[in-house]
């Protein structure tokens, strides 16, 4: 079984970089060719284009930002998908919405590959640790082709369903995580103005009934007002909530808290903070600027 | 130490037996007497009003739905505040703006009277086990006073700070909750017209990153669509958010998702759902009326 | 000139028998043939299919709800797009989002043809009377061969710029009439809930600094209670907040009040209310529902 | 009859130079002296305190920011209401919630005074132009006394019903307009990031359907990006929006994009609007800021 990966971003680079510490070699493109430097100095063998990775291998794992990249990369001019062989199997762990997942799928059958949806929970550390969870929508047998490459990369592997169903399962995740982390943030703007040390009420929400485990793992951003160096940027978050709200959209399901979060986090690009962690829509809630 | 207690309702009601049950002999009040009859027949005393309860007793604790009726009981016409004898001790229970707060601890301060705030964290069911937790606002000493009070009905005491910080921390708190079920329920809800399992869903929600100790104790409320019998009346979560947001507005801070998830609630409200648990908002956005 | 007309749906219903009454001659389509009848009697000819309808005309006017139902006409399997001559002219008045007419516009160039968006504002009455207004994008030639049938239908005919603007401008119309409409409701709702009268309440409304042409055409409808036989269909304004809130991601726009009206239209619509004119959203929040 | 005026801000200010130019000689008072001085030269009398000024005066007229600001100054320390002569007529202006009007209506029965609520209808130049329009609650036979005053200040007076019922119809009016306000900037930030020419857009907007007196007051605001010298500066916005939504609490009224229309304002005053005219959430929404 010969490997591509595409797209060695903040997710995909530790993904791949898992990839060659369990012995496989992939060949690997990225739009931008420096990020790939570090996997090939370890091994990995550059293409040029997504199509002449597809012409190399016989499985292609995609971790992209948004439905347009994957889009681009597998149906654009230079696409992968009408170079990969009859048989092929197509993963992808990018965040889409479940009718763009579909849709590829159907791309997919219609050339002759298999297709499997794989979108990760667990950002950055999880990504670089292996330790990430998959939610897999596809056929069972294309579940059990990809298990090796999947378990390299990941420590849980949950088969949602048919295809559609482990992009849905990621974008009804985000949208709860996203709104969560502003409540968090709104909690510790407005409990900081009203006098309370901001680590108090940090622990005191972090042990709480609501004291989630992504909580936790933001607090000592929230502490230092560090937002750099993200986990999960602010407009990728803002990206999976436009997901959430396109599917809703689609279903005739109404979501005003999810809405409102995403707009705030649409605010917060705005005001200059879409490529911090998004834990920084707490810095956006926060902050104030002086009348003219 | 003589104790009264005002304020029987689905909180105050397990509180004070477990200060029965601690050796405590508290004299009682409550709006409608019927809910007094178990503590009386545990030994409990009945006072006819709030006053009458205040000059029988040292310490008063009181465990109210909103200010109003904090107001209503300590400084109404049959009031307690005016009746309570020189340096008794007020502990309030109830969830109460920061500002409302610190106008009571003027009230009994003009009089010679302690205050304390002790709003708690934890539902029904830790009120009855004797498991709250309480964030208290106030002077070490009077805390000290109170402490054998509040360790016979819960097993956290936090001391936040001077009188305010206690509200604070705790409207905060509902902020964030109140916040962290809306999201649940719409992802929940967003899940299944999506054709997810209801369950494994749930399941994936709870065990993920977003699975707070909240998500826990309300799941299976969702897998069963079952919001009678409520830990906590959703009116109560949509009364603590427009504290929240009242409280903001005084201190100048945007909750723009906040008030998003304050006005869902008050659409279940309207929608029949005010008495049930909190986390029938699921309910609320999951329901679909037939056009006439 | 052979026309075509695609459409016949509240709007487009008026809009063709207002070209029938000035001389021309549809030929006419429809999802649903009864709509077509009234036409039919008046001198329109039927066409089975868009392709059929593509065949004998040289300029085809479209009148459908939504981007997908002008794709599905278009360039479905039985599509016009595919069938008209070279050099025929298109003219969509359907509102779409901007994206979607630029696609049409390149979809119609590849095949020889010309395009023009027309999207109108007006509702039910202007499309029977003739009076609609139609904001125009394209170039100036086409609209030129357009304007006879556009001044047979309507008495207000602005070029807005090429291709996009036209849907630009009536999406930002619709945007704004969507909260509009949602403001007049809520400050209808809490006015009577204050205990003002409700007919002296309108009259205050529309006769103030926020009296709009809109508050006045659906003054009535308040005063009645009555959302029947639409002017707009509640579920037409939720589609079009829904394409300005698609476009707004695109650009990067944050519409923190758009959305929430959106949602509030998405909940009127999951209660019941989508086939009503879209000014129940009064009803959807005066109405209340007794706790079971 | 001898009429006192406190509160010469934006609105008072104008107010009370009506009163002079129709031949009434008030004695005034305001928070800062300064704000007095061109009334003072123009035949007007000072008055040091609140209570100072009752002394004065059988009718007192305020026309303060908020709430508080009407308590501190009729009921505070120096306050006037204990020191006006028994059967005194308070026309209370500015704008406040229906609740609080009552509240101050009882004030003045208990000392014999009587109470009528006034607010206003138009802004700052309608103010100076004495255009004005009074909402007015209370007795007919007050209103009738009050009349010439308001008739000096005004053009147009419109008797809503008993106290409470002119703070209700002000409230709900502002609560349309901050929204609709809202709704313009949105459009107007979208379609020009559409690439509609914003002198078009306006035009369109505001001889559409939408085109509200409000719209065609703040068109050139917008086209200018000038928002200084306010008619009505943002942060009052907020603060009704804010009376809005603490008196459909009361009411257990749902304000869901109301609350969101008030969210976005104070988004705007931590972000240096507060003391621009409220047309600056158009500023708000537009602006980027680039990330750090």
Chains 1, 2, 3, 4 share one sequence.
């Not at 012995?23 to 420096?34: D, I, K, L, Q």
């Not at 001019?77 to 197509?90: I, K, N, T, V, Y």
């Not at 297709?115 to 667990?122: M, Q, S």
């Amino acid at each position: 079984m010969s490997i591509g990966f595409i797209g060695l971003g903040i997710m995909g680079g530790g993904m791949a970089a898992n990839l060659l510490r369990k012995g496989f070699s992939p060949v690997v493109h990225n739009r931008t060719r420096a990020k790939a430097d570090p996997l090939l100095a370890a091994g990995a063998v550059w293409a040029d284009t997504p199509a002449a990775l597809g012409r190399q291998v016989t499985t292609v794992i995609t971790m992209l930002a948004h439905p347009e990249a994957v889009r681009a990369m597998a149906l654009g001019a230079e696409g992968f998908l009408d170079h990969l062989p009859s048989g092929a199997l197509w993963i992808d762990c990018s965040t889409v919405n479940p009718s763009f997942s579909r849709a590829m799928a159907a791309e997919a059958q219609r050339r002759g590959l298999r297709y499997l949806e794989a979108p990760v929970t667990g950002s950055k550390a999880a990504a670089a640790g292996g330790t990430l969870r998959f939610l897999v929508g596809g056929a069972p047998e294309d579940l059990d082709a990809a298990r090796p490459l999947l378990e390299a990369m990941g420590r849980q592997i949950v088969h949602v369903g048919e295809v559609g169903m482990g992009s849905a399962a990621k974008i009804v995740n985000n949208l709860v995580l996203g709104q969560m982390m502003a409540a968090f943030a709104e909690g510790v703007v407005l409990g900081e103005a009203l006098g309370l040390d901001r680590a108090t009420l940090l622990d005191l929400l972090v042990e709480g009934p609501g004291g989630a485990p992504l909580l936790k793992l933001k607090r000592d951003r929230l502490a230092h007002d560090d937002f750099a160096d993200p986990d999960f940027p602010l407009r990728w978050m803002h990206k999976d909530l436009h997901l959430a709200a396109q599917t809703a959209y689609e279903v005739g399901v109404a979501l005003p808290v999810g809405h409102a979060a995403g707009e705030a986090y649409a605010l917060a690009i705005r005001y200059g903070l879409g490529d911090d962690d998004f834990a920084a829509i707490y810095r956006f809630l926060a902050r104030q600027i002086p009348h003219p």
